[in-house]
Structures are given as C-alpha cells and as structure tokens.
C-alpha cells in the first residue's frame, strides 16, 4: 500500500500532508492581519472570493513565528468543509510514499511536535513527516499543549 | 416511501403555514362572531388537515380536526354563537394539532401526543347543546354526537382500519386511501385529501346518522361513508359514523375529487352516487382562487436561496473590482459595459434579496392569539392593532426578531397597560391600545410596539437601579429622563420577582437588547408615565449585504458598519493637541459643547498607534451610549458583503465578519457592540467610573470615592474598602440603646456619621447617602453629607494630615479632599471592625462589590 502525501518544507524540516486533504497550493498572497487573534494565526487571504484563515504552524511546532510581512507559499487544506491555508517555506512534490517505510515519531521528540506529527516516512536521505492536520487547525500553541 | 415523506413534508410546512391563519382568524372572529368569511376560511383549513392527516392515517390528529370541524359546522350554521368558551377550545384543539403536526415532524408518528382530553372538551361543547342528531346515546364518543357532520372522508380512509384513533376517530374503508393516491396525485394543487368524497355507508347502524338532510342541503354534498370497521365488534360506542362531506376545502381539481369518488364508491356497498358528481362543483370555487396563487408562485428550498446570495455577494465584489479598475480606464466601450455590469449587479442582488424577503405579518401572526390569552389571564381589555405587516424583512432577520418582538408584546399586555378599572379611573377607554406598526426608515426596517398605558417611571427605574447597585446616586441625578428609562436595558436591572412592583416594566429586556444586536440591530424605548411606551427596534434589512464605512487604522482597512455610525469628525494636525482632553486617564472630546468619551481603534487592537498627522473621530452608538472610535482615516462607505469568520477567530470577540475589498484584500468588519462594551467597560461595571465625565481609571492609581462633608469641605474614602452604596430613608435609622443603627439586608449595622468625626453639618431630612463597610462579618454604615464621585487617586499635590480621623490631604479636581482614616473612623462605630479576624480573604468583597454591580 502507498499513500500519496503533498510534502513541504518549514525551517528545513519536510512534511507531508495526506493529497486527499488539500485543497491547492499557491504562491504568497496579501494577508490581512488580525490583531487580537490567537498565536498561530497568520491572518486572512482572499482565495476566489473566500475569505480563507491563514495558520503559521511555527509557533504550534515550538518555532519563532514568521514576519507578518514574510511571503510564504500556501498549502490550502480542506477539513469539515473549511478551507484553511498553511504558510509553508516552499512546497515540494506530491510523493507516493510507502506504508513500509513508515514509522511512529521516537520517543525523544519534543512535546511540541509530538502533537502535530503523527510518524514518520523514511525516505532515501530525509525523512519525511507526516503532519495532524486537525490537531494543527485546532491551534493551540507548543507551550499550552506542554502543561 | 419517499414519496410519501414528501407529501408527508408538504402537508407539515402548509399545516403549519394555516394553523398561524388559523390563530389569527380565531381570535378576529371572536370579535367578529357573525363573519362568515372568517368562518368559512377557519374551516376550510380543518377541513383541509383533517382530509389530509386520515388519508395520511395520522388518527390522532384526524380525529381532534374532526371534532372541531363538527362544532366549526355548528358555527357555521348558525346553531351556535361563538362565545368566548368556544373560541378557547378551538383554539385549545388548535394548540394540540400544533402539537401533533410537531411530533410528527420530529418522529414521523404522532403517538405521544395527548390529544384525548381536547376532543372531550369539544364533544362535552357539542353535546351540551340540544341537538337533536346529537342524541344518539349508545354511541357517546365524539364523531358520534354530530353524526350528520362527522365526515371522515374517504378519500382520506386511513390503510387500516383497526388503525390506532382510541378517541373514536373515524374509522373508514381501506381501499378508498390506495385508490385514491393516485387520484390525488394527479392534481398536485390541491390539499391531498380533499377530494372527500365518500363512500357511502355500509348498513351498519350508523348509517341512519348519515340522514339529516337539513345540512345537506346547504352544503353542496354529502355522502355517507361508514365504516365496517372491526372496532364496531369490540367496542361498539366507537362505531364511527362518518359522513363525508365534499367540504368547500376539497380545493381545485374537481377531476381529482370525480375520480376519488367512484373510487370510493366503489368500494362501498350502498353507493350513493348522485352526491358524488354533485360533489366537485362546490370545492370548485373555493378552489379556484387558491389555483391562483399556485400557478404564480413555487416553493423554492431555502438553501438554494441562500446559494443565490452567496453568488450574488461574489457578483457584487467582482462588480466593484471592475468598477475600481474602470475607473481611470479610458476605453469608452469597456467603460460602458462596466457600468451596465453595475447596473445589473445591483438590480440582481436586489432581486435576489427580494426573493429571501418575508412580510413581518408571518411573525405577527401569532400575536393576536399571544395578547389575547395574556389579556383574558390577567383581566384586560386589549385592542391590538397592526400596521405594516406587509413590511419585508430578510427571513433570517425576521426569525432573529420574533422571540424579542413577543417578549415586548407580552410585556406590554402583562405590565404596561392597566386593568379596565385602573384605566377607567386614570380617565382612559377601559381597553388598552396595542399598536404594533413596521415600517421603513433609513435603510432600516423600524418596529414599534406602542402602549397607552402606565408608561415607565422614571423615579420607580431609578431607585431600582440604585438599590440594585447598578447606578449610583450621582450618576442617576445626571441622568435624563429618557437615559433613567433606557436603564430597564442594563443585565441584571430587572429580576422576575422584584420587577412588577419597581417600575413593572422590563423583565429580561437586557435579553432582548442582545437578541437585536446580534442581528445588528438595536432597541430604544420612549416612554411618558400615564400616557404610555414605545418600544422602538431597528433592524438591518439584511444580514448578507450592508453598507459600512471603511476606515483606516495602522496598515489595514477595517469596516464599521454604518448603522452604528452617527457622524464623522475629521481633526486636523494643528487642532488635534488642543482638542482632545483628559479625565484621568481618559481621552474625551467636545463635542458640541458634550464630552465624548474617545476610543483609540488603535487600543482597542492593540496595534502600532500611528504617528500620523491627522485622524477621524467616528461617532458610534452602541448601547444608547455614543463614543469617539479614533482611526487614522475614512476611506469611504459602501457596500460590503459580509463573510463569515473562521471559527478560530472568534474567541477575539472583536470582529462581526470579514469582507472583500475592491482591491480584492481583505477587511475585518468592526464589532462595534462589543468593542464598546469592551472599551467602557469601566462604565458598566463599576460604579467607579461613572460619574459623567470620568471614564475609565488608571489601574496604577488608588481610587477614592469623594464624599462631600458639607458645603466645602470633602473627603476621600479608599474605595476598595467600600462594599456598597444606598441612599435611604432617615427614618430608617433607629435607636437602640445611645447609638444609631440601621437594619439592613438580614443583619442590624452601627450607624456611623462621618460628620460627627470630621465635623461638619449635621444631615438634613431628606434621602441620607449611606456608605456601607464589609469586613468578614462586620459592617459599618457610614452615613456622609453627599456622595460626590470616584476619582482615581493620582495627585501629586498631598501632604500628611493632623486631624484626628484623616490620614493626608490630597488635591483632587483642583480641591482638598481629607482623606478618612478608616481604622480610626470605622473604629468609631464598631472598635472590633479591623481587629476581628477574618473569615474571608479580603479580595472578596471588592468580588462582592463587582458582583453586585454587574449581576
């Protein structure tokens, strides 16, 4: 069995996403800040007429989170019906990956990540993780997650 | 078997749709005894779910329309008067078919519902005149007693008939309900079941009942139809003699009612043919206006609706995208057809908004029946009048504003208009006037529920007010009339058992207040005591498309919506030092010659304040409060489509929606309710702030509650030790032994005179302000010459003090004030007050004060 995974890259870490989930990927757009919001929240795009919220999973995955101005790509995924955009580093392939090279995340990971990454795909040279997308959508930060 | 849930769905929206007819018509033929109009429109709509709800085989429910369409028939006829009993249980069977239609469409059964006690009522109704059909004493349950009325028609013959009904519903023939179907179908206008034609009746013995011809002959038709049901064997009272009447009901489509008819006839053994071709010529007239207004309009599904409008807001933003970039462009022929892209854009979403649009009539429906069971509760004499129920509202809208609009009317019924005598006595007629009147005004949709009774006292809400906690003294002096009524708004004014007595207005009127704002609308009220209340809504015409004012503040484009927008102020760089004052802490404005309290959007977001050279002040109202919201610049107003905010971002409680720009980026939408709710909180939950012009304190600064001494001396009085503010009665005061004490909610505290320890006048003989003391289980009243304000304690001029009971003197608002040494002072009273140990932490009673503030 394989399964088909968008993959992308944030602070030189690739992950995956399961294809079935997203919705596009698409080159940086304006965002629309939001004061007052939870960490985490990049602000608002306008994807066709939709007005999509537009997550940073750096401070979720225990990162610096990026400029406001910072021009990231997007992968838009789709859960329960909404569409949700992710600032990413850039987007990389779709990859079929094997069930044989997956993995449960070790032991040693950090609280942070433990939450958002459910395991991991060895792959020839990196490894790829594999991203919770309804645990990243649920935005609680790294820290709130830790207690 | 979806076939028949569909025609299960149908039956449930135009019952529903009839039954608020119904409501309505009941209670206008209550006063209007004699129209037959009314009366034939009230039993057409039985008629109608009776023929639907047996071929349907709901028993239940086909049995109590039964029987209220026997004493329908009675009225009808003229045999008997409506009276007020009459109107009571029809409108009782009413409420239970209400119910029964309810359960259905929750379970898809009727069982469940008690429906046994209203067909008795209406039965003992019948029977206790002297009908001489009705005497048929072996047979006492319901169909029974109207024999020659009772019609269960056949074409609506319920599948089975051992079927359910334990009140004796009719028991008809099976076969007449599978034939018929089809029948039926085939003329999709009309009601099901109408057709009702009959099958005549099987030799059993009712079928004698059948007979009376008095009836038939003035109704169009009648045809026996008994049934040779199995229920005649094991429990003969119940033997339903049904006689089916083509009722004027049986709508349109004589062809569907002639071929249910022989259909029926068929299968009944002593056919009487001749009734059944007579039979589709009377339904025909009736029938044929409803025709009319079948082939004019369609049932559309509301979500398709509500697809059209999400399009159209699409439509409407590519619309001003190309309006945008049109603009500078100079080809004539694009520009030409940019605009009459404009053009139809806004024509569509009109259309479009049309279609979603329903006359408020639909909530008002409901409330003749409302005022008149409140008004026969209470003893009154209400007249209801209504004007303007052809005003349209956006559906959405108009099911936000229904719960609200029945409080007011009951509150109105229930509290604002007096009993026949109290109203005779003031000089008035001894029914009340209700008026509820809708119409347009500025782009709005206003609803007035206007009464002429006792009207709101603005003393009674005052007090109220005050011994509540929720106002100060001094705040309620500032206060004007309309301002003290507008009080009755506040969470936690009104409490359901003290209200009637205080002001006898505003039970939960905090509530409506929320209702209306969450829609975007508002609630104001005039009222004048004696002469009586006008309760003001004001609703969007629309939640989907509004127009708004967009501003800037920081980098980003923010909309405000422009119902809550009062007026703009531009301040210009050389005039904006100067303009804006302080209290406090607070920034305020003269507007007018009025102090506006001002909001920074800056603040209020916690952005980047700007460095730039101007700034608008938008006037806002929110609350009958108006504020200042300060943002760096006004852009324009127009029409925003309003998109709804992931749910992510609504914990911020700060934004109403997002929207796109012309430029295609995207803007929040303002909250305005709340972010003045946020940004005054100051002036809704503490007393402290609320003196007129001090707004919001500094947290970094103790604040002083400033009580006057006398003429000119003042005192300051650490306000986190103070739990509490009164104002009462000297008489209240009594003596026990040499000292003076005050009974007080539940316990017997020493009186304290501030004067008597700092000097002073002695208190004059009206209302004593009283400040009361808790500590742990200890209380002190501590009774001062006037309660003036609470400052916060920010000056530098001070220095220590040398009387006895004052600890230093501090210059507030340009004056000494002493401030009171409260170990020395409440020592006075009670020497135990700071030594007794405590029970509670200290942080509890500011708790309590906050509490008792905001509940």
Known sequence: MTTQLVTFEIDGATYGVPVGLVQETLGHQPRTFVPLAQPGVAGLVNLRGQVVLTLDLRPMLGLEPLAADAEAMMVVVKVDGEAVSLLVDAVGEVLDVDDATYEAVPDTLGAAMRALVVGVHKLDGRLLLLLDVVAALALQPAEERAS | MEGIDEIVREFLIESTENLDQLDQDLVALESDPGSRELLGSIFRTIHTIKGTSGFLAFHALESVTHVGESLLVELR??????????????????????????????????????????????????????????????????????????????????????????????????????????????????????????APATPVAGASRVTPRRRTAKRAAVAAAQAPAPQDATAPQDAPAATATGAPAATGAPAA????????????????????????????????????????????????????????????????????????DTDPELLRSAQRLSTIATELQEGVMKTRMQPIEHVWSKMPRVVRDLANGAGKQVELEMVGGETELDRSLLEAVKDPLTHLVRNAVDHGLETPEQREAAGKTRAGHLTMRAYHAGGQVVVEVRDDGRGIDPEKVAAKALQRGLRTVEQLDAMSVTELQSLVFLPGFSTAETVTNVSGRGVGMDVVRANLEEIGGQVDVESEVGVGTVWRLQIPLTLAIMPALTVVSGTEIYAIPQVSLLELVALDTARTAGSIEHVGASEVYRLRGELLPLVRLSDVLRTPASEGSSMVIAVLRADNQRFGLVVDRVLNTEEIVV????????????????????????????????????????????????????????????????????????????????????????????????????????????????????????AGDGPLDVVVFTRGSRSVAMVVGAIVEIVADASDERRPADTHGVTELVSLGGRVTEVVDLPVVLGAADPDYFSDPLAAADGDVDAELLMAVAS
């Open chain 2, 643 to 762: 998109k709804p905010l992931a749910s992510q971002l609504r914990a911020a409680a700060t934004y109403a929606g997002a929207t796109l720009m012309g430029n295609g980026r995207v803007a929040l939408i303002l909250d305005v309710q709340a972010i003045a709710r946020r940004a005054l909180l100051a002036d809704l939950v503490e007393p402290a702030g609320t003196v007129q012009q001090t707004l919001a304190q500094s947290q970094s600064s103790r604040d002083l509650l400033v009580v006057a001494l006398d003429e000119t001396r003042r005192a300051g009085i650490p306000l986190d030790a103070v739990t509490r503010l009164e104002q009462i009665d000297p008489a209240r005061i009594e003596l026990a032994g040499h000292r003076e004490v005050l009974r007080y909610r539940g316990s017997i505290l020493p009186v304290l005179r501030l004067s008597s320890v700092l000097g002073g006048a002695p």
């Open chain 2, 77 to 198: 006829g003229g045999e008997r008067q409506m009276d007020q009993p009459t109107t009571d249980v029809l409108l009782e069977m009413v409420d239970t078919v209400r119910a029964i239609l309810a359960r259905i469409d929750e379970s898809g059964t009727e069982d469940g519902v008690e429906t046994a006690g209203v067909v008795a009522r209406i039965q003992r109704m019948l029977d206790g005149t002297p009908e001489p059909d009705a005497a048929e004493p072996d047979i006492p349950e319901p169909d029974a007693a109207e024999p020659d009325i009772a019609e269960p028609d056949a074409a609506a013959g319920a599948d089975d008939p051992a079927g359910p009904a334990p009140d004796a519903a009719p028991v008809e023939g099976t076969a007449p309900a599978e034939r018929t179907t089809p029948a039926e179908r085939t003329a999709p206008a009309e009601e099901p079941a109408s057709g009702a034609e009959t």
């Open chain 2, 257 to 328: 009612a002639a071929t249910a008819a022989p259909a029926a006839a068929a299968q009944a053994p002593a056919p009487q043919a001749a009734q059944a071709p007579a039979e589709p010529q009377r339904p025909a007239s009736p029938g044929a206006v409803r025709a009319g207004t079948a082939e004019t309009s369609i049932r559309v599904d509301v979500e398709l609706l509500d697809e059209l409008m999400r399009q159209v807001g699409e439509l409407v933003i590519v619309r001003n995208q190309i309006a945008q970039s049109t603009g500078q």
